[in-house]
């Protein structure tokens, strides 16, 4: 796909075990964190530093830009699912279906829904900084973010939207993310949490980060029985990896490589 498309700004959000975002700093209402996991503070976080990596602080952005976002493996944190299982097990310690079906599952916390819905991440950038346009979600892996890429950029040169941001968001440093990855073979140490976000324009002169001259997407199917996915990145993160090596490429003054493969992912 030969294309005209400018990257105005990019951002990329790697945490270190521990630390505390800025999410209040691009929040219209500091109480709606409360609605929010990890994963959603990620993804407000990197499209808020996009925007203004691109010289934007606007907050209402309307219905000319889009948003376009692959998200991970389900979020997941401990201390949510204690009480549940704590009230599902049986006498002698056991997990019990009718426990848990005759109670133990109202041990929830009323929130958590909204914290793991995968759609949620979308949600809260789209709220935060005003964005009615189109919109796509994307699911668990590096590979769904190229085609949210080629989403925004199908959109923009149809002119159907002036702006998109284009966002890879994982909460993958929990029990679930971890014993997943390490059933196919993929160490536990890898993982990281990590969002990335790329605010992208028709080319229009503008001073860009970088210029998409061609968009190609190939499929390879792989037998995970069989063989360890495997990615050119040192880490595992998820849908954030292709744009965070695209930030590295861009900072150090190099191009970006040709051709990332994922395998099958």
Request: with cysteine.
């Amino acid at each position: 796909m030969g294309v005209g498309v400018a990257a105005l700004g990019i951002a990329t959000v790697v945490p270190e075990k521990g630390e505390r975002l800025d999410t209040v700093t691009w929040l219209r209402e500091r109480k709606s964190r409360k609605y929010m996991g990890l994963q959603d503070e990620l993804a407000v976080v990197s499209a808020g530093r996009a925007l203004l990596d691109a010289g934007s602080e606007e907050r209402e952005l309307g219905d000319r830009t889009g948003l376009y976002v692959a998200v991970g493996y389900i979020p997941f944190v401990t201390r949510d699912i204690d009480p549940v299982l704590a009230a599902s097990l049986d006498d002698e310690g056991g997990f019990s279906m009718a426990r848990f079906a005759g109670g133990g599952y109202q041990r929830a916390h009323p929130l958590l829904a909204f914290r793991c819905l995968p759609n949620m991440p979308a949600y809260h950038v789209a709220a935060n900084f005003g964005i009615t346009g189109p919109y796509r979600v994307l699911y668990p892996s590096a590979g769904q973010l190229h085609v949210a890429l080629e989403e925004a950029v199908a959109d923009l040169l149809a002119e159907r939207i002036d702006r998109a941001l284009v966002c890879g968001v994982a909460h993958q440093d929990n029990f679930l993310v971890r014993h997943h990855n390490e059933r196919l073979g993929v160490a536990g140490d890898r993982l990281r949490d990590a969002a990335a976000c790329i605010v992208l324009e028709r080319e229009s002169g503008k001073l860009a980060r970088a210029r998409l001259e061609q968009l190609t997407i190939r499929y390879a199917p792989y037998d995970p029985t069989l063989e360890v996915p495997g990615s050119e990145c040192e880490l595992e993160l998820g849908p954030a990896a292709p744009l965070i090596g695209l930030d590295r490429a861009v900072r150090q003054g190099q191009p970006a490589a040709p051709e990332i493969r994922y395998a099958g992912r």
